[in-house]
């Protein structure tokens, strides 16, 4: 199984802060690779797909890069509606595998 | 505007069995494989299973693999996860979610969850 390993586990910004969150793939997985949000309480909302693709609907401030085993997701003005929990994805195979998940608190 | 609602979720005891639904509206169902995602209690996202558009194939994760059994009724839009010998760790929040096409992929669009509490 490919294994996800997301950093930092817990992130505390303030709003305007630039915001970088990072995945490592324990092998190539070309860019079969997706972010995703999720607030307390509510499904994940898919936010890139294809490593930097914005998904239709997502605000122009996120940002995803990367490709093979090094990912990214950049938020570049903190918004008070992104205090969320942010989890990377692979797709390449199956078993399909998540992060840990990198929640961004209030500084 | 796309809707998928979970049901059948519950408390049962170790050992039981439990079949979740999750019935689709707004796209066209039969076009789109579609997964089980869950979510134990504070923890994060574990992928379950995946079922392709027409149900000719199936994976599952090793943790429910052989317990575990995902199908779905074009004709109805809705998707199926029967879940047999459950076990405390299968404790969790259920989530149905679409692919990007007709296979695996990644997960567009997410139900709201049913939560599976397996205790005695």
């Known amino acids: 199984d490919i294994q996800m390993t997301q950093s930092p586990s817990t992130l505390a910004a303030s709003v305007g802060d630039r915001v970088t969150i990072t995945c490592r793939a324990s092998?190539?997985?070309?860019?079969?690779f997706a972010w995703y949000q999720q607030k307390p309480g509510k499904a994940p909302k898919l936010l890139i797909y294809k490593a930097s693709s914005l998904e239709s609907g997502v605000p122009s401030r996120f940002s995803g890069s990367g490709s093979g085993t090094e990912f990214t997701l950049t938020i570049s003005s903190l918004q008070p509606d992104d205090f969320a929990t942010y989890y990377c994805?692979?797709?390449?195979?199956?078993?399909?595998?998540f992060g840990g998940g990198t929640k961004v608190e209030i500084k | 505007q796309v809707q998928l609602v979970e049901s059948g979720g519950g408390v049962v005891q170790p050992g039981r069995s439990l079949r979740l639904s999750c019935t689709a509206s707004?796209?066209?169902?039969?076009?789109?494989?579609m997964h089980w995602v869950r979510q134990a209690p504070g923890k994060g996202l574990e992928w379950v299973a995946v079922i392709w558009y027409d149900g000719s194939d199936t994976h599952y994760a090793d943790s429910v693999k052989g317990r575990f059994t995902i199908s779905r009724d074009n004709s109805k839009n809705t998707l199926f996860l029967l879940m047999n010998s459950l076990r405390a760790e299968d404790t969790g929040v259920y989530y149905c979610a679409s692919s990007d096409g007709y296979t695996s992929g990644w997960n567009i669009h997410w139900g709201q969850g049913t939560l599976v509490t397996v205790s005695s």
């Open positions: 092998q190539s997985i070309s860019n079969w």
């Open positions: 994805q692979q797709y390449q195979s199956i078993p399909l595998t």
């Open positions: 707004g796209f066209i169902f039969s076009n789109y494989g």
